[in-house]
């Protein structure tokens, strides 16, 4: 069991909150309602081998740079209580389970999955070529939107479309926060981010308007599948939260990074599916 927590703490398995509702949002739309059990369950199991995985090659990928990194230097890797051949055997037995539930949920899940494979393993190395890699993560998270989708009809079909570019675009703002603790560092080692490259100032503006088309795309989401009063409130607590969240972080205080980053898009991702949740049940 210290063992299990060891590598749960080396994915930061608690972060899985930020995927996984809206996993479910997309495969209750997808449904009109709520999907099968069997369904809830393989895509329960290939979102989780997914990230599980991901996040295990990146700790292997990122081992020298989490070193070198005051920030990162405490995680499991670079303190030896987790080897690297034990991270790539969790990180191969995650992705087995990812492409297993694919499987079994049908022959698109399947084909799709070579790719959403690639795609998660990719983003790992975009920070050592370009401060884009913000936008290549939410992609990465958006695949499990998009694969929900396709795991309840088979199929794929463009009025998902606003959901997928909602998650990349609200990832990829508050992961240009979280950056914001690592700007220097990232100078000094020759890595690219979006604050590395434009500073903090012009950061937060960025994060910001990413948030504000995030928000604009929830709401275009919930006027194309005809979502109703409750998922309407839901909007409007979405939007509170995000400028809560905007309020916490000032150029010249990052003390609650934190807490804007892990509290609030917590909040973020729970609100838009309980609120779509609700629409269907009630």
């Known amino acids: 069991m210290q063992k299990v ?10 972060h899985s909150i930020f995927a996984l509702p809206f996993a479910f949002t997309s495969a209750l739309i997808a449904a009109s309602g709520i999907p099968s059990l069997r369904q809830i369950f393989w895509i329960t199991v290939a979102m989780v081998g997914a990230r599980s995985g991901a996040m295990g090659m990146n700790r292997i990928i990122d081992r020298q740079i989490d070193t070198d990194n005051p920030r990162t230097a405490g995680r ?18 995650s992705f087995s389970l990812m492409i297993g539930a694919a499987y079994m949920l049908n022959p698109l899940c399947l084909m799709l999955s070579p790719i959403a494979l690639g795609i998660l393993i990719l983003y790992s190395f ?3 070529v370009t401060w884009m890699a913000h936008l290549v993560l939410g992609i990465a998270i958006s695949a499990g939107p998009l694969g929900a989708w396709v795991a309840i009809t088979g199929s794929f079909d463009r009025m998902i479309l606003p959901l997928v570019l909602a998650v990349i675009f609200w990832l990829a703002g508050f992961d240009i926060l979280y950056a914001l603790q690592d700007i220097e560092f990232d100078k000094h080692y020759g890595l690219f981010s979006i604050p590395q490259r434009f500073g903090i100032r012009r950061s937060l503006y960025i994060a910001r308007v990413l948030h504000i088309i995030a928000f604009s795309l929830l709401v275009l989401n919930g006027v194309l599948f005809g979502l109703g009063k409750f998922y309407g409130t839901g909007m409007f607590i979405v939007a509170g939260l995000f400028l809560y969240e905007h309020s916490l972080i000032k150029e010249h205080d990052l003390t609650r990074l934190d807490m804007a980053f892990f509290n609030m898009n917590g909040y973020i991702s729970m609100t838009i599916f309980i609120a779509t949740f609700a629409d269907y049940m009630i």
Do not use: D, H, Q
Not at 5 to 14: D, E, Q, T, V
Not at 79 to 88: C, D, N, P, Q, W
């Open 5 to 14: 927590s060891l590598y749960l703490r080396m994915i930061k398995f608690s």
């Open 126 to 128: 975009t920070k050592r």
């Open 76 to 93: 499991e890797i670079p303190r030896g209580v987790v080897k690297v051949s034990e991270a790539i055997a969790f990180a191969l037995l």
